[in-house]
């Protein structure tokens, strides 16, 4: 491990909530998020500022760096140089930057795991947004796809050891892009569609419970609200649009407290006794 002196100013733009003060339900910021988090952890990077943005009004210094209005956003203003990196606005290109700047802080995958797991877990979220979207009229080919993550997670777990992850006992790139889309799948499908992920997948409940036990993912994660939100808007439908104006009335309110589904099936973690 590197130790990293604080002097790159590493910004990191990301969607700014509904309410105003949240981050956003946008995987991809939660993504780049959660990746800086891990290397800023592991001293490998400095840690970054994170920016949370509403492109209707945008800051000056997110205005000023003259991109389109999509997020997430990464500058880098490096202490050797005056004007610092290029800003990117793509997910991918940001990676690709932090992996060649700031590289190590991740678990390092075999590659016919990476392969395993990518395939393994490739399919469940385009059949999620299927159905959110009504595209499909029922849950199954969700279900499936699910299931396939849950027996890929299974069959490896002697391979990966105690931590839960894809490929290992801490997070990978694979992670940082999986576990976002994961946990919105888990929020907005029982609260759009009514539909909750099995309990007895207990494998994959193992894989979320890895991740709500990871400050770098709980940290860059949106309320639940938010993913409700953010998914009743791409539904566009009347009923959507009536349940997403009575969802915005409740967050205007003081009283509400944003809250995270973080919670697990109790049967779907081993008990270990010991004598």
């Not at 009229?137 to 894809?166: I, M």
């Not at 997948?201 to 993913?227: G, K, M, N, Q, V």
């Amino acid at each position: 491990m590197m130790n990293v002196e604080s002097e790159d100013e590493i910004v990191l733009f990301v969607k700014l909530g509904y309410d105003g003060h949240s981050l956003g339900a946008c995987h991809q910021s939660q993504r780049v998020n959660m990746l800086s988090r891990l290397k800023a952890t592991a001293q490998v990077m400095p840690s970054p500022r994170v920016v949370p943005v509403n492109t209707a009004k945008p800051p000056k210094e997110f205005s000023d760096l003259d991109l389109r209005l999509r997020l997430p956003v990464l500058h880098i203003i490096l202490a050797t140089e005056t004007d610092g990196l290029e800003p990117l606005d793509s997910s991918d290109d940001i990676v690709v930057a932090l992996e060649s700047k700031y590289p190590g802080g991740l678990c390092a995958c075999s590659s016919q795991c990476e392969a395993e797991a990518d395939q393994a877990s490739r399919d469940f979220f385009s059949k999620f947004c299927f159905l959110v979207r009504g595209v499909a009229k029922e849950s199954s080919h969700l279900e499936s796809e699910l299931q396939t993550l849950d027996k890929f997670l299974q069959d490896s777990s002697g391979e990966r050891g105690e931590g839960g992850f894809l490929c290992g006992s801490s997070p990978s790139l694979l992670d940082c892009e999986i576990l976002p889309k994961l946990h919105q799948v888990r929020v907005a499908a029982q609260a759009l569609k009514g539909y909750s992920i099995p309990a007895h997948f207990s494998a994959l409940w193992r894989y979320l419970y890895a991740a709500y036990s990871c400050p770098a993912f709980t940290e860059s994660c949106p309320p639940d609200h938010e993913i409700i939100l953010h998914w009743l808007e791409h539904c566009g439908t009347p009923e959507a649009m009536k349940q997403s104006r009575k969802l915005l009335s409740q967050i205007g309110s003081e009283r509400h407290q944003p809250s995270y589904s973080f919670s697990i099936p109790a049967k779907a973690t081993p008990v270990v006794i010991d004598d």
